[in-house]
């Protein structure tokens, strides 16, 4: 097994582990409040900053598999040459994005370093370095697919991704049925 598999098997175990540790805090806390008029005062604060690394760190895998939304009934339109084009405005823009996310997520890490949640006690940075490892991760995979646009390396079926909305897929569906009776 090489070396990406494992680091995209360990981010997905640890978001899950986030996950379970988040439902286990919050539905815990429900329980004590509504139960035993008691709660857990650390769950509110640390659920917040584990459903925000969540939040990020799922873009991050949804991003590397291409499921984020398209505009795949419009790149269909043009030829090979077009998608490529396409694909090469979208990896750049998303890497523009990114550095944008990155350049402000850092400078809030470092605003926040100071600022001390009331209840974990844990610095805010801690919220703000999920946009910043998420972006740095999201930049990484535009820059390696624009490398392998730039040598050839994506295949026509590769060059749309992105999942339509579905809304549109449905359209489709309801268009599809019609047309066969």
């Known amino acids: 097994m090489d070396i990406q598999r494992l680091l995209i098997r360990g981010v997905e175990n640890l978001l899950i582990f986030g996950f379970v540790v988040m439902i286990v805090m919050v539905f815990g806390n429900v329980v004590l409040r509504y139960g035993f008029n008691s709660g857990i005062t650390v769950s509110e604060e ?3 900053m584990i459903f925000v690394w969540l939040t990020f760190g799922g873009a991050f895998l949804v ?3 291409g499921g984020h939304l398209g505009m795949n009934s419009v790149v269909a339109m043009f030829g090979t040459r077009g998608r490529w084009w396409c694909r090469l405005a979208a990896e750049v823009l998303s890497l523009f994005c990114m550095v944008l996310v990155v350049i402000g997520c850092w400078k809030q890490t470092l605003i926040n370093l100071d600022n001390i949640a009331p209840v974990t006690g844990l610095p805010l940075a801690v ?3 999920a ?3 998420c972006g740095i991760g999201i ?3 535009n820059i390696l697919t624009i490398g392998r646009l730039a040598r050839g390396e994506i295949a026509d079926n590769e060059l749309m991704i992105g999942a339509e909305s579905e809304e549109l897929a449905a359209f489709e569906a309801s268009q599809a049925e019609k047309n066969r009776k």
């Open 131 to 133: 946009g910043l490892v």
């Open 63 to 65: 991003a590397r598999e």
């Open 139 to 141: 930049g990484a995979l």
């Open 46 to 48: 640390a659920s917040r």
């Open 127 to 129: 919220t703000y370095a």
